[in-house]
């Protein structure tokens, strides 16, 4: 940028990133399971999925907990995860294949 000015900065960030930039910013723009779950479980039943808390294990600085989505009546694979949150997007993951819902494909699009 200060050798040559902007367009040529501009020229440089595309030729070397531009791609990955482009792929993150699609994979960003692409909804989590959980979203897709509460999205598909609004348009079918016209209320959202709950999430229970099965179980917990661990001490405080290593817990992991066990969440099943429910829908409808209907109790889904639980799953577990390092925090409710990620424990609760695992387990919209699992009810997304009992359902045969389209899920994400990249390991990136999962949660974490």
């Given at each position: 940028?200060?050798?040559?000015?902007l367009p040529a900065a501009e020229r440089f960030i595309e030729a070397t990133m531009g791609p990955r930039l482009r792929s993150d910013?699609?994979?960003a723009n692409t909804p989590g399971p959980k979203q897709q779950f509460q999205e598909y479980c609004q348009k079918q039943h016209g209320k959202p999925p709950r999430y229970r808390v099965l179980e917990q294990r661990g001490e405080a600085h290593t817990r992991a907990f066990l969440v099943a989505a429910e829908a409808a009546g209907q109790r889904f694979p639980s799953a577990w995860g390092r925090t409710i949150?990620?424990?609760?997007?695992w387990a919209a993951f699992e009810a997304l294949l009992v359902l045969e819902e389209p899920v994400p494909s990249s390991p990136q699009d999962l949660p974490t």
């Open positions: 940028y200060l050798d040559q000015g910013s699609t994979r949150k990620e424990a609760e997007a």
